[in-house]
């Protein structure tokens, strides 16, 4: 059985930064893809950013690139998003992802969730 527990989430004001953690037990971590996607109220659930298995390829969305870093330590289980210079508009629940396999996008890959963590960007 997958766990995703999110932390790191909080206040902060716009132009600053956050740095949010996905731990993960249950199942070879390292094998798999891991994505952030984030909802703000009232809207659907979207990409932010993913990475592969082993940490060497990376995705991100348009609204984020150059902003945020996706990064993971296999040996820690833990998968990271740097956030710098934060905007009201990234207010929203953030959410890890795990992967059937070792690299995926779309929503449908991702069979395995964490209960999201709130991020809130003040301005």
């Known amino acids: 059985q997958v766990q995703l527990v999110e932390s790191g989430g909080g206040l902060v004001q716009a132009g600053g930064s956050l740095k949010l953690a996905c731990t993960a037990s249950g199942r070879a971590f390292s094998m798999h893809g891991v994505a952030w996607f984030r909802q703000a109220p009232g809207k659907e659930r979207q990409f932010v950013a993913a990475?592969?298995?082993?940490?060497?390829?990376?995705h991100y969305a348009d609204s984020v690139k150059g902003r945020f870093t996706i990064s993971r330590d296999n040996a820690e289980r833990t998968v990271y998003l740097q956030m710098d210079s934060l905007i009201h508009e990234d207010t929203a629940v953030y959410y890890c992802?795990?992967?059937?396999?070792?690299?995926?996008?779309?929503?449908?890959?991702?069979?395995?969730w964490g209960q999201g963590t709130q991020v809130t960007v003040s301005s």
């Open positions: 992802a795990e992967a059937r396999t070792n690299w995926a996008l779309r929503r449908s890959g991702f069979p395995y």
């Open positions: 990475i592969n298995y082993s940490g060497f390829k990376t």
